[in-house]
């Protein structure tokens, strides 16, 4: 569907684009559904026989892995960029606050389960970042013990909006921006602000899927590689003001793809044993007062916009 030329609602190819952009329908692959068995692998191959049997991206993926089967489930990925999806059931809930809708995955003989999706561009990247090109950090593992050596982000909020803001602004013109350095600031606020902004940026895609569905969300499941960062996961837990809870098995989008995989040909039963086998290994409640809270994140908003229409010509107004 991200070609743009699919209809999710009917689960076809878009007559309308495919005219539109002079595409011949038999040049377009047949659709199928995320759970079935399309081939074998080839005799010659180390995997001879081996059916091939699920069809995810890799978001979506992560989305079965964590056994978001009812609607209002939610995961969230921690890697170079946050992806957080939703499933919101068994028809495509149009967006007004900045998300993506679209397919979370189909299984044969059932109906189609779609989700809202948002994703933020900068997150475990940022880390990155301050390691290579500012050399504040030796090694990215070494940003929880830096920031914890501060009480606080000394009042320091930073927007890593490289190359614009993603979900749920959808700003090209905008920058990042370090806001509300003094002589005080040390190197630690700086790299406790970029692990703050990941949570802050997953709390304007939360907001935004309460907003878009109408579900108030209780917690959040999470993977990637940020998840080991126990100041991150925090406080994100504090911005978000519900549980987060990290899987014992994090390579959540690989093992979307075998369960879909597993019940097309029938290793797995149904998804009730899928259900079954997911567990918690660690999980973070809020523990930041609620006005402590709503200043930091109002905080952050004023960053936000100090970062929007960087790129405009002068004398243009930028937009909100």
Same mark, same amino acid.
């Given at each position: 569907c991200r070609t743009m030329l699919f209809n999710? &609602? *009917?689960?076809?190819? !878009? !007559?309308?684009q495919i005219e539109l952009f002079g595409i011949p329908k038999q040049m377009l692959p047949e659709v199928r559904t995320s759970s079935e068995v399309y081939g074998v692998c080839a005799p010659c191959t180390p995997l001879a026989g081996v059916k091939i049997a699920a069809i995810l991206g890799d978001q979506n993926a $992560?989305?079965?892995g964590q056994c978001c089967f009812q609607t209002g489930q939610l995961k969230s990925t921690y890697g170079t960029g946050c992806f957080m999806l939703m499933n919101v059931g068994t028809k495509p809930v149009p967006s007004n606050s900045g998300l993506l809708s679209t397919m979370g995955y189909h299984l044969k003989g059932q109906p189609a389960v779609y989700a809202l999706e948002g994703a933020v561009q900068v997150s475990g990247s940022l880390i990155q970042w301050l390691r290579d090109q500012l050399d504040v950090l030796d090694d990215a593992k070494d940003s929880e013990a830096l920031a914890l050596s501060v009480e606080d982000n000394g009042g320091v909020y930073f927007v890593p909006a490289f190359a614009g803001l993603f979900a749920p602004h959808w700003r090209e013109d905008a920058r990042g921006v370090i806001c509300g350095l003094t002589a005080f600031n040390s190197k630690a606020h700086v790299v406790r602000a970029g692990l703050e902004a990941s949570a802050f940026q997953a709390q304007e895609l939360f907001e935004a899927m309460e907003a878009d569905s109408g579900v108030k969300l209780s917690s959040i499941n999470v993977d990637g590689g940020m998840t080991a960062n126990g100041l991150f996961m925090q406080f994100h837990a504090d911005m978000a003001r519900v549980r987060i809870n990290r899987p014992k098995y994090l390579e959540t989008t690989a093992m979307g793809a075998a369960y879909c995989a597993g019940l097309a040909v029938g290793f797995w039963q149904d998804m009730d044993e899928l259900q079954a086998k997911w567990a918690?290994? $660690? &999980?973070? *409640?809020p523990k930041m007062d609620l006005a402590t809270r709503n200043k930091q994140f109002g905080f952050w908003k004023k960053a936000v916009a100090r970062s929007k229409g960087w790129l405009l010509d002068d004398g243009k107004e930028a937009g909100a």
């Open positions: 999710i &609602s *009917e689960l076809k190819w !878009d !007559d309308g $992560a989305l079965f918690v290994d $660690a &999980s973070w *409640e």
